[in-house]
């Protein structure tokens, strides 16, 4: 029976994917380029960014499960979490430019404004991205379906990274010329209507299949105590915080890193010499990167199947922390060994990203098998909530901890700020991302865990459609 339907077509999961290449254009924007373009480009303090990025997550502790909340009471005819992908994607579009957008106003007058368009961008973000996250939840009841489905999503959402990172800078250079600011606003509105077709692309290729127990009654608080009692949710979430952390603080310091420390280098290669700008190092680094973790999570069905989920998890994460910590300690011209480095770093990470989403969606079934209650809008938006807490404290820690290290924007900097920036690029994600292994070593849904759920909820399921 289609509600039963266990196995998805690959038009289905290409198609679910593209929403996550979608978001990606913008997640990989922030985590890449947005305290840059406002400390650089919009003229914003380091320190002032970062608690801006911090002030934020108030809000968001807010409307992020109130929006899994109503999406967990919508009812339409296309589902309850498909509307939202047409619904909010093209304010989700211009909210983008607008954020990318530097008015001439007085050094006030920009920060409110850039206050109001960030927060405004990460409420879109919400309302977008929890019922797409929670949509994997209920395209396919089987958990490792839901595992390749993961695989296909984050290939998708690193193709959006390969986008920006290749593209980005370039369209920067080419619209704006000198005028660095107009040259975003440009780009950001480019990214912003490919985002828009691919969101409408996922609305028209999926649909839902998995639905609350027929006798279940709204009831929120019900939901939350269920949440917060669910120990495989927590362990997860707590990990994704500091595997963000990890990603945002390393990601958003690649550009000051090549910038300031590695500058301009000659290399030679096969016999002849390149003279190449750090925009073109920097990006190559950071496409290089992509492409193998992309390799990475192709790979990761295989790895959960052979050591588990839980285990891959743990284990990449924790590889990618100490290929991270070995990079402070190459030098400044060995431009290969950096390099190399880093692809160890990716390929590691490229499993982790994977299994984060399927791990949650495992939790969301683990909640309904305990609790003969199913909240997966609300349990998205809680699992959003950990990613958008890692993403924003990432960005203050690196607003806040450039400045105690003394950067100033556009100059060139002193020894102290160089070993700050280092620092961000290296140790402090490391510590991160140790943090965030630890936390899973207790997590309790391995595979052959999940495989008893799957069958106990699939036969509920079927008693409960063959007494109605």
């Known amino acids: 029976m289609e509600n039963n339907k266990k196995y998805l077509s690959l038009k289905e999961k ?90 001439d106003f007085d050094p006030t007058g920009k920060l409110i404004y850039a206050f109001i368009t960030y927060n405004l961008l990460m409420m879109a973000y919400t309302a977008i991205n929890v019922p797409y996250s929670a949509l994997m939840a209920v395209i396919t009841p089987n958990s490792m379906e839901r595992t390749e489905l993961s695989s296909f999503r984050f290939v998708a959402a690193f193709v959006g990274g390969l986008i920006v990172q290749a593209s980005v800078l370039a369209l920067v250079r080419y619209f704006g010329g000198d005028n660095e600011a107009l040259g975003w606003q440009w780009t950001m509105g480019i990214l912003s209507m490919l985002a828009i077709l691919l969101f409408f692309t996922t609305f028209i290729t999926t649909k839902e299949r998995v639905y609350p127990p027929k006798e279940q009654k709204s009831d929120f608080k019900q939901d939350l105590k269920d949440l917060i009692s669910n120990k495989p949710w927590i362990l997860i979430a707590g990990a994704t915080v500091f595997q963000l952390v990890f990603i945002v603080v390393r990601n958003s310091t690649i550009i000051y890193y090549f910038k300031y420390y590695i500058l301009d280098q000659k290399i030679s290669l096969f016999g002849a010499t390149y003279e190449l700008s750090y925009e073109v190092l920097s990006s190559s680094f950071m496409l290089s990167g992509t492409i193998v973790t992309i390799i990475g999570a192709i790979l990761t069905k295989w790895f959960a199947q052979k050591f588990d989920k839980k285990n891959t998890y743990t284990f990449f994460l924790l590889g990618s922390a100490i290929f991270s910590a070995a990079i402070f300690f190459v030098p400044q011209d060995a431009i290969i060994l950096l390099f190399l480095l880093n692809l160890f770093l990716s390929f590691f990470f490229g499993p982790v990203s994977v299994l984060q989403w399927a791990l949650y969606t495992d939790t969301a079934d683990y909640s309904e098998w305990v609790n003969k209650r199913r909240a997966t809008g609300l349990i998205m938006a809680a699992s959003l909530f950990s ?28 020894a102290e700020a160089i070993t700050g920036i280092k620092l961000l690029m290296t140790i402090y994600p490391a510590i991160a991302g140790v943090i965030g292994a630890l936390l899973m070593v207790k997590y309790p849904l391995n595979n052959k865990m999940m495989a008893k759920i799957e069958e106990e909820l699939q036969s509920r399921r079927a008693n409960e459609m063959a007494t109605n």
């Open 14 to 103: 290409i198609g679910y994917s593209l929403g996550d290449t979608a978001s990606n254009l913008y997640f990989q924007t922030f985590m890449l380029f947005l305290m840059y373009f406002y400390t650089d480009v919009y003229g914003l303090p380091a320190a002032t960014v970062g608690t801006m990025f911090l002030i934020t997550r108030i809000w968001d502790t807010v409307n992020d499960p109130v929006m899994g909340t109503i999406a967990d009471r919508t009812n339409t005819r296309w589902g309850k979490f498909r509307p939202y992908l047409i619904w909010v994607s093209v304010p989700f579009g211009i909210l983008g430019v607008l954020t990318f957008t530097t008015p």
């Open 387 to 414: 990613l958008k807490l890692g993403l924003t404290l990432g960005g203050a820690i690196v607003g806040w901890l450039l400045a105690y290290y003394g950067f100033v924007a556009n100059q060139v900097q002193n």
